[in-house]
């Protein structure tokens, strides 16, 4: 079976019919059934499943143990994502695992596929869930009072999943047993499509995170309330969408994005009371980054302030620049013969990993240079040569 195959019998899981694309959140019912699947097809290939504090699956070709070699990505999506984000790493570990068994191979050393939990964020709004946990990033008290736009926690979710919410936390057994971390994932951008190459090799990955701007006013009647009388927050709402343009055009490379604004109460014919706006900011650099957010946020207090308003800002994550071991980036570029080494304005799980043990990833091509949205997407011969590029990798590092 190819990864682009495996993807294909996991099609019809989360589809969303109104936004297009997949919308597979973390502990919800079609990310459980993914979980599932996984679990299944693991175990058909022999491999021992289990499922760490966190929610993290591990599936283990072997005996668990430390200094392993862990491949794997998440299962999740973003609202009306595509279908290769997350999945195709997952499937490329599977299919990996088939073609070393076909060659032969054996492992030296632990290894093990990896699916973490909640890495998009599109449930609990903090990306890398699973791995921030796990490494002691995100504290578990906060992330148990985390909660969903239906007001599920994330306590309640892990619960209903079958895990304890108290053990969320910290995991030095799980992160004892990791000794090199390799994701394969689609290519978030056209990079490869302009260097000729199939399958690239991560070099960093920018500097990111996310904020909640939260706008308060007084809620009335749009028909009822003069122009002169209005507290209306969605006006500076408005007036940061085009601050973080603003800001942002103001730093070479850098990036500010406006994807959710949620008013309260939300009619037609009504002034809200508050409007809530999640901001992502990235840049080369930390300082690039923290000045693209004080600059927008300086815009905001200035627009809520002539507006009658008030605003607060709350950081719900963020990562600073990552630069992936160069040794092991090296060694990874050799193995598959000069494959290109590129950046990444992305975040990953391997980018939280990389704080803590050699971490690397692998990039395939997507020629539409899409992703996050239905048309994102890759060849199935790319596919396969990502594949066939991660079992070479897995090959190299586990004998």
């Not at 927050?233 to 406006?258: D, H, K, N, Y």
């Not at 109460?265 to 650099?285: K, Q």
Request: glycine share 12%.
């Amino acid at each position: 079976m190819t990864a682009a195959g495996l993807l294909g019998d996991i099609a019809g899981v989360g589809a969303d019919p109104r936004r297009g694309g997949f919308s597979r959140h973390g502990f919800d019912r079609s990310e459980l059934e993914l979980r599932e699947w996984f679990r299944a097809s693991a175990v058909a290939r022999g491999l021992d499943v289990e499922t760490d504090r966190n929610g993290t699956m591990w599936a283990w070709w072997g005996p668990p143990g430390d200094d392993a070699v862990v491949t794997g990505s998440h299962l999740d999506s973003v609202p009306g994502g595509g279908a290769y984000d997350g999945p195709l790493g997952v499937t490329s570990a599977l299919v990996a695992v088939d073609l070393l068994r076909a060659r032969g191979f054996i492992p030296g050393k632990p290894l093990a596929i990896a699916v973490f939990a909640e890495e998009e964020g599109g449930r609990f709004g903090v990306a890398c869930l699973g791995s921030r946990l796990m490494t002691g990033a995100l504290d578990p008290d906060a992330a148990r009072r985390l909660t969903d736009p239906d007001g599920t926690t994330l306590a309640d979710a892990v619960r209903a999943a079958g895990l304890d919410p108290a053990r969320l936390g910290p995991d030095p057994v799980a992160m004892a047993r990791i000794g090199v971390f390799v994701e394969l994932h689609v290519e978030q951008g056209r990079g490869l499509v302009d260097l000729g190459a199939p399958v690239g090799v991560a070099s960093s990955i920018l500097a990111h995170g996310r904020w909640r701007f939260s706008f308060a006013g007084e809620g009335n009647h749009a028909g009822a309330t003069l122009l002169t009388d209005r507290r209306d927050p969605m006006l500076p709402a408005a007036q940061l969408v085009l601050a973080a343009r603003r800001a942002a055009s103001g730093i070479e490379g850098a990036r500010a994005t406006v994807g959710k604004v949620v008013p309260n109460p939300g009619g037609t014919n009504v002034i809200a009371s508050t409007v809530d706006v999640w901001l992502d900011a990235r840049a080369e650099d930390d300082f690039r980054t923290r000045a693209v957010v004080a600059d927008i946020s300086d815009a905001a207090r200035v627009a809520a302030e002539d507006e009658g308003c008030t605003v607060t800002v709350t950081e719900e994550s963020y990562g600073d620049t990552v630069i992936f071991d160069p040794t092991l980036r090296d060694d990874l570029a050799a193995t598959l013969r000069g494959a290109p080494a590129l950046p990444t304005g992305a975040g990953h799980d391997a980018g939280i990993l990389a704080a803590h043990h050699p971490t690397a990833m692998l990039f395939v091509r997507n020629p539409t240079g899409i992703s996050h949205a239905p048309a994102e997407f890759a060849e199935a011969d790319d596919c396969t040569a990502g594949a066939v590029a991660l079992a070479d990798v897995l090959a190299r590092l586990a004998r």
